[in-house]
C-alpha cells in the first residue's frame, strides 16, 4: 500500500470494531489541488481511509492468515473534510467468513457525520493475486504494521 490515511487507532476490539484517526493538515498535498480556494479532502480519500480502518480490522480478526482486498464499496457523505479538521473512522464487522467480510463504516469530524459506507472486502488466495505479489504479505506490511501496534495498545472500542 503506497498511502495510509489513516493517522492512529484509539480503539480496538479484536474481530469486531476499530476506532481510527487521521489528522487533516493543509500541507497535504491534495488539498493545494482540491479545490484551489476551496481545500476539502476528496471523497475517495475519505473512504479510502475507511477502508484501512475496515480491511486492518478484517485483516487481524483472520490473524493475518489470509490476504484481504477491497471488493466493494458504497458510501454516502453528508460534508465536506476541510483542513485542520480530525477525522474518526469506526468500522464494524457484520460478517465474517471464510470468503471475506462485510464491515459498516463512519467518518466523523467532532460529532458531526461526514460519510458512511458498506463495505466488501474478499480473501482471496495466492493464485488470483498479480505476479510477485502472491508472498509479499503486500497489504499489511510497513507504514500499516505500525498501526497495527497503536490498534493494540488502543484496547477496546
Do not use: C
Amino acid at each position: 500500500m503506497r498511502w495510509t490515511w489513516i493517522d492512529r487507532f484509539v480503539a480496538f476490539e479484536s474481530g469486531k470494531s476499530a476506532v481510527a484517526v487521521k489528522n487533516l493538515s493543509h500541507a497535504e498535498d491534495h488539498f493545494a489541488d482540491h479545490f484551489p480556494g476551496y481545500p476539502v479532502m476528496p471523497a475517495a480519500l475519505v473512504l479510502e481511509g475507511l477502508a484501512q480502518t475496515g480491511g486492518i480490522l478484517v485483516g487481524e480478526a483472520n490473524r493475518f492468515g489470509k490476504n484481504v482486498v477491497l471488493a466493494k464499496l458504497s458510501g454516502t457523505f453528508h460534508r465536506d473534510a476541510a483542513p485542520g479538521e480530525q477525522l474518526t473512522y469506526r468500522a464494524t464487522i457484520l460478517d465474517l467468513n471464510d470468503t471475506g467480510a462485510r464491515v459498516a463504516g463512519t467518518a466523523h469530524s467532532g460529532e458531526t457525520l461526514v460519510a458512511e459506507a458498506d463495505i466488501l472486502f474478499a480473501h482471496v488466495g495466492p493464485a488470483q493475486l498479480p505476479a510477485g505479489l502472491a508472498d509479499t504479505g503486500f497489504v499489511f506490511t510497513g507504514e500499516l504494521a505500525r498501526l497495527l501496534k497503536s490498534a493494540e495498545a488502543a484496547g477496546p472500542a
